[in-house]
């Protein structure tokens, strides 16, 4: 799924907390240089917006204790302003890496991060590419992505494309309900204590070691790859939700799902070019190296989305609304099979 070694990957938290957690650890702002904003996606989720800027807000506060920082406000909107660096979209949301291109020449030198996502939940297109992570070390920037919508969904190389950490959630593809375990990836590449510094627990400490000196401090006895970024024991139900599905993957092979999940995606493309043509507009890009296994698109009808999705759940069909008038559709391809598709396309014609 990702591409990482095993000594790379943890499981623990919630997206959110990995996202903290990461982000606290590998933004690390130089004043000296200039080299000292975040660069993130116009439409980013809610979540990792708050938490960039919660961790900007600690830093400056940290730095401004020793004298430095000062010419950065208080004030939060303008902090984000000078601390921030945004990537826009176009009008429908989608992002191109020719705008990257061009934010990266006005700010390349002054971004110390990006933290982007790689399947932006908005309008499904699929961002993460090895050419955006090219593009980011050309200037040197630490790249972090939030793969909440790629990882169980399509596969990626994380080691290979030099990422230096990335977070997923287990509630989407993984198929935990919300608060399932998420977890995150650190490339090797990056050393404890000398490249990032983390938050550690006694879970970050060797197993076989950490009893029999229980009451001391021992800096040798810290993992020095992920395993040494973990803080305490990770709840055992919500665990075993995300062994039971991850051992599916292995039984049945996480290219093998991946095929299915596009075989479906593209069955329902089709299906809604030839049944809803002119009353309805895709937003998400249709080339299948541009998206994953969630299609966007926009009613160009009368009737509300809402009204639509009321329908749809009469008939056991969970979509999700987004303004103007957006629906997103997932058929996930260990629940969905190929019939499912053509009822939902069929619910939807008759609905419009």
């Not at 990702?2 to 919630?14: C, H, K, R, Y």
Request: proline share 3%; charged share 25%.
């Amino acid at each position: 799924m990702t591409g990482a070694d095993e000594s790379e990957i943890v499981m623990a938290n919630s997206l959110t907390v990995n996202n903290a957690l990461l982000l606290e650890a590998f933004y690390l702002p130089n004043f000296k240089t200039g080299r000292k904003k975040i660069l993130i996606m116009e439409h980013s989720f809610a979540s990792d917006q708050a938490v960039v800027m919660s961790v900007i807000k600690q830093k400056v506060a940290l730095l401004k204790q020793n004298g430095l920082a000062r010419d950065i406000s208080d004030n939060i909107e303008r902090m984000r302003e000078q601390m921030v660096v945004i990537l826009p979209s176009d009008k429908d949301g989608l992002y191109s890496i020719s705008t990257l291109r061009q934010i990266l020449k006005t700010h390349g030198s002054t971004i110390a991060l990006a933290h982007l996502e790689g399947i932006p939940f908005t309008t499904g297109q699929k961002f993460y590419s090895n050419d955006v992570n090219d593009l980011l070390r050309e200037y040197n920037i630490r790249i972090g992505w939030d793969l909440a919508h790629v990882v169980g969904n399509r596969s990626v190389s994380l080691h290979e494309d030099g990422v230096d950490y990335a977070t997923w959630c287990g509630y989407k593809y993984l198929g935990a309900s919300a608060g399932g375990v998420g977890g995150y990836f650190i490339n090797n590449k990056n050393q404890i204590n000398k490249d990032f510094f983390p938050l550690q627990g006694w879970k970050a400490m060797r197993s076989d070691m950490v009893f029999s000196k229980i009451h001391s401090f021992d800096s040798s006895l810290f993992y020095d790859d992920a395993r040494g970024t973990r803080l305490g024991n990770p709840p055992p139900v919500e665990m075993g939700d995300a062994q039971a599905v991850l051992e599916l993957f292995d039984e049945i092979g996480v290219k093998n799902v991946e095929n299915r999940s596009k075989a479906l995606t593209n069955h329902l493309i089709k299906l809604l070019q030839d049944r809803l043509r002119g009353k309805i507009r895709f937003i998400t890009p249709l080339l299948e190296d541009q998206h994953g296994a969630m299609i966007v698109f926009q009613l160009k009808t009368d009737k509300s989305a809402e009204d639509i999705e009321k329908l749809l759940q009469k008939h056991n069909f969970s979509v999700d609304v987004r303004p103007p008038a957006n629906i997103r559709i997932m058929p996930h391809p260990l629940y969905v099979d190929f019939q499912d598709v053509e009822k939902f396309v069929d619910t939807m014609a008759l609905a419009l």
